[in-house]
């Protein structure tokens, strides 16, 4: 069996998952038609709800950025480094309210019986909470993107959403990430890499985005098992409706 084709039934394994998210129509109820025509939509333990009442500055913005989100089939092609194009181009959507955060906490124990203020021993356990990260935080909401990381990056997500969330520091978290409908045929039809000075590379495109990386389908599975413990996430999934340019404009003769 072919690497291809290994990817293809991987992709429809998994793009059944999503069982146990939030009914669809509760979800949809608060989001606006213009952000449902474009990306793919999941809201676990009732985020949309929480997000949408809850924050509504912090939901006008998000929905505000998605209404904005465009990206071309250049940026797409072209090679990430340590943060890609598309990376880059999300930080312009949101205003410096949106911070990068750490999130650290040294844990306080205290042994004394159930009755009265005597304390039998205490201690200090240093490091209880080090080094979670989450690339935009407002307030008490949360949001990560996720282009083309490797799939174990949606674990250190959600182990951080949770970490905030477990701490008190946050009541929910938002992601943004490839949908399934961008998918090995899509990238297939964007021809070659480019290089770094615009002309088309060796390199496939499609082999840049495999099954293996950060799309909706890894992610799904994740939030069924539950790995964002407790905290609510609300997933968008870019769709080709987001690339200005899609269907691709057509590739030069070598």
Known sequence: MSEDDEQAIERLDDVSFGRNADPVDLARGFLPETVLDRFEVYSYRNAANILATGFPSQFMAIISALDRFSITTGQIRTPGGSKSVIAKY????FDETWREMRISADLHVKLQPPKGNT???????????DGHRIDFVNGRVALDLEWNSKDQTYDRDLYAFSAFYEAGAIDVGVIITRGTSLDNSFFRSLGKVLNKDGTAGAGDVYKKY?????WMGKL???LDAGRNGGCPVLAFGITPKCVSDYPAPPQPTP
């Open 90 to 93: 999300v930080d312009t959507l």
């Open 119 to 129: 304390i039998y021993s205490s201690y200090v356990r240093e490091g209880f909470l």
């Open 210 to 214: 495999g099954a293996s990386t950060t």
């Open 220 to 222: 799904l599975y994740r």
